[in-house]
């Protein structure tokens, strides 16, 4: 069974510029969300994809926005990125259903200059 | 809207000292509650949920609907217990889980 994996561990970008995360799912999960988590915080919802629709969005901006593939791994776009996007950001998948588990990756360290 | 809120951004305890992290929620529905960790260098995982009503690894917590409240409690802490604990609330199906702001649990010797 393998985890939840996130890339790149690390990026950093310019004001302005855009960017775009990925995350694989793990084995068997048919539900990814992404989460936010500035320095301090905790993670903060952005929004939750399932059978590559988004069915939940937290209150984050049109400029971030998602996709997910037939085989449930994720991206999440961030546009015209801001100093302020400067995150830690976290994707978690699991299986749809009541109770079910969210296994979480190790994250993608954002930082814009 | 729905809101969890961890009133302690740091708890410090001896090893052997009870330990509660407290978590109080908003939300008008029935919530689902969780207590996530994250040890050292470590991702986040999900500790114990509401719905299970299970102790692991010595922790336990009652959701106090009254109160609304999910406070986590361990009668004897240990050193291995550091780390950041977050509570989080979700709907049904677990859609647009929020998470508190965390609270950092330190264990002395």
């Known amino acids: 069974e393998t985890g939840v994996t996130q890339s790149p561990t690390h990026l950093i970008k310019t004001r302005g510029q855009q960017v775009t995360l990925r995350c694989s799912s793990q084995?068997?999960?048919?539900?990814v969300s992404w989460y936010q988590q500035a320095l301090g915080q905790g993670p903060q919802f952005i929004f939750q994809?399932?059978?590559?629709?988004?069915?939940g969005r937290g209150n984050f901006p049109p400029r971030f926005s998602g996709l997910q593939f037939p085989n449930y791994s994720s991206e999440l776009n961030v546009n015209a990125l801001e100093l302020d996007d400067s995150a830690l950001y976290l994707c978690a998948s699991r299986q749809q259903g009541r109770d079910t588990e969210a296994f979480f990756g190790q994250g993608t360290r954002l930082t814009v200059v | 809207a729905q809101r969890v809120t961890q009133p302690e951004k740091l708890l410090s305890v001896f090893k052997g000292a009870p330990v509660e992290l407290k978590c109080n929620y908003s939300?008008?529905?029935?919530?689902?509650l969780f207590w996530y960790v994250q040890y050292s260098r470590q991702r986040l995982q999900l500790l114990l949920r509401?719905?299970s009503r299970e102790s692991i690894k010595g922790f336990t917590a009652d959701l106090n609907k009254g109160e609304t409240s999910f406070h986590l409690k361990k009668p004897f802490a240990q050193e291995e217990d550091s780390a950041m604990y977050y509570c989080a609330l979700s709907q049904y199906n677990n859609n647009d889980m929020r998470f508190g702001a965390g609270t950092r649990l330190t264990v002395k010797p």
């Open positions: 939300y008008s529905g029935s919530p689902e």
């Open positions: 509401h719905i």
């Open positions: 084995s068997g999960h048919n539900t």
């Open positions: 994809y399932y059978r590559e629709e988004e069915n």
